[in-house]
């Protein structure tokens, strides 16, 4: 085991993590597991469990972790009345069915491969909070018929690939299709529930091999990660979505940008083997 100074170390970084993740979720809506995701990788492999299911137990543990920032930030937000429950009953099932089958496809990919897939996204993400416009527009109102059908598993499908809620995706889909940011933030927490639930439940059954385990993991979900960020998002979520409702956090969005993009090129680097 690591030495008691290293094991300090890591718990602080986790709770400054914890924090910053928790008003990410309130603030921006773009989710905690954008930053929790390679966090943990960090960590994890620092602590010594870098095995050949590493990212299986990151993004696991990150989709735990937002079971409960997701429902924290839904209940804030619907107290301002600004949660859209019609798009959440309509989207809801396509979006879980699409989680599940995520959960099916990271369960069976090395390491390697969902880093490139989380860089490669991360990227798509960073480079739309940086240069997208809000005025852009595919449509006057979220799809129904056949293009929900299609559209909403994909939500859940590439979210639990990466670990993360529904703001990275559900924000900018229902921006572009004319819902207002402060209603598309709110609603993607309810995204975030629906996503994370059914995953975290299949992932507590998925089997890591005890060497590359680390201690108080349940599944693939580490109890020790998920307690630590946990104790700091529930403080700093409601903060995040107070924040989104007193301030324009365009301009915030273009820094996170930035360092996304940073993030996810790092995650696309160590999966190369650079």
């Not at 527009?137 to 690939?161: K, N």
């Not at 998002?233 to 930035?258: D, E, Q, S, Y």
Request: hydrophobic share 55%; aromatic share 8%.
């Amino acid at each position: 085991m690591p030495e008691t100074m290293l094991l300090a170390q890591m718990l602080g970084l986790l709770l400054v993590i914890g924090a910053f993740a928790g008003v990410l979720a309130g603030l921006l809506g773009v989710g905690g597991g954008i930053v929790l995701v390679p966090a943990f990788f960090y960590a994890f492999q620092t602590l010594g469990y870098g095995g050949p299911q590493l990212m299986q137990l990151c993004l696991a543990t990150s989709l735990a972790t937002i079971v409960v920032t997701s429902v924290r930030s839904v209940l804030s937000h619907n107290k301002k009345g600004a949660v859209d429950w019609d798009i959440l009953r309509g989207w809801g099932p396509g979006i879980a069915l699409g989680a599940l089958l995520g959960v099916l496809v990271a369960s069976s990919l090395r390491t390697e491969v969902l880093q490139a897939l989380f860089g490669v996204l991360g990227m798509v993400i960073g480079l739309y909070l940086g240069l997208g416009r809000s005025e852009w527009r595919l449509g006057d109102a979220m799809p129904i018929g056949v293009r929900r059908i299609l559209l909403s598993p994909s939500v859940g499908f590439l979210s639990v690939l990466m670990g993360i809620g529904g703001g990275s995706f559900g924000v900018p889909l229902m921006s572009l299709y004319n819902t207002p940011i402060h209603r598309a933030v709110a609603t993607a927490a309810g995204f975030g529930v629906i996503i994370a639930v059914p995953s975290v439940l299949v992932f507590l059954f998925f089997e890591i091999a005890p060497e590359h385990r680390p201690p108080f993991t349940v599944g693939a979900v580490n109890l020790i990660a998920f307690g630590i960020v946990i104790a700091m998002t529930m403080i700093t979520a409601p903060w995040g979505v107070k924040l989104a409702h007193a301030m324009n956090p365009k301009p915030l969005k273009r820094v996170f940008a930035v360092f996304l993009t940073l993030v996810a090129l790092n995650m696309l680097r160590k999966a190369l083997g650079w």
